[in-house]
């Protein structure tokens, strides 16, 4: 064989296992009028009903370390959420979302896409995640105005996310207690401007009327509170 043409017989190897990822869809969101944030769909309705299995979930898992890392904390310089301790409800809404393209998240879509989870695991990787302890060690905002966030969180998010951050896996809401700060206060700068697409419209009004500052304030107070059991 000419030296080229091994040289396109290689690139190609490392070309089609690109090409069998798909691009993540586009799903309609905040942004259509009638869109439903919690759209009880099929995949949703149905991984609700299966009871998870930690065991199981903990191989599926496998495939996240690399960004979420091996104990659920995630990795904040890289924006990478803490997963461990979240509710099941909040964590299997999220996976389906990103795979059905309600929520945008291009970097993670190859890896929790149909090719390489199966709608099955989806309730174990849950469960599993759900009974890791919550670390502590998240990061903080710079505890400059504390106040303030607990002000701002007391009056306009506790009802949905609790006194304690506790959040409701029976309604989606997710627990904010000892999340990383930037994650926090990405979402809620996304949540504001219309980037997560599959945000609450409650949330979205409200933090329209929030200067930066207020979002940093109000993030910085949820990522201090204290881990809350299930
Ligand atoms: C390439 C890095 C990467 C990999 C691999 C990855 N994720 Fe993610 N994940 C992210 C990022 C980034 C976000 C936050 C996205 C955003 O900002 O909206 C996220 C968010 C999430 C969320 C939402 C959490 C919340 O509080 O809303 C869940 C659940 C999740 N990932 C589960 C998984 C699972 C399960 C796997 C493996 C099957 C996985 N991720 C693999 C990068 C990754
Ligand atoms: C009416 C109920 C409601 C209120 C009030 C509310 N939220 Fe939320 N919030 C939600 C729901 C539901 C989600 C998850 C949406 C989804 O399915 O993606 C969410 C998600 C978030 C997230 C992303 C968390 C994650 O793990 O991905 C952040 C950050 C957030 N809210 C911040 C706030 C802040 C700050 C306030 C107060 C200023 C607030 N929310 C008020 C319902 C609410």
Known sequence: MKPTLIFFALAGLT???????TAQPHAPGIEAKDYRWNEPSEALTRALEQKGDPEKGKIAYEGCRGCHKADGSGRPDAGYP?????HAAVLIKQMI???SGHRDNPRMHPFIEAEAVAAKDIPDVAAYLNGLPVPTSNRKGDGNNLER????????????HGNAGEGDGKKFYPKMASQHYPYLYR??????????????MTSVKTLKTYTDEDIAAVCDYMSRLPPVGN
């Not at 070309?15 to 990822?21: G, S, T, V």
């Not at 803490?82 to 979240?86: K, V």
């Open 97 to 99: 979302d990103v795979r």
């Open 15 to 21: 070309i089609l296992p690109a090409l069998a990822e």
């Open 187 to 200: 979402e809620s700068l996304h949540i504001r401007d219309g980037q997560r697409r599959n945000a609450h």
């Open 82 to 86: 803490q997963l461990a301790g979240q």
């Open 149 to 160: 966030g607990k002000t701002l969180y007391q009056r306009d998010c506790s009802n949905c």
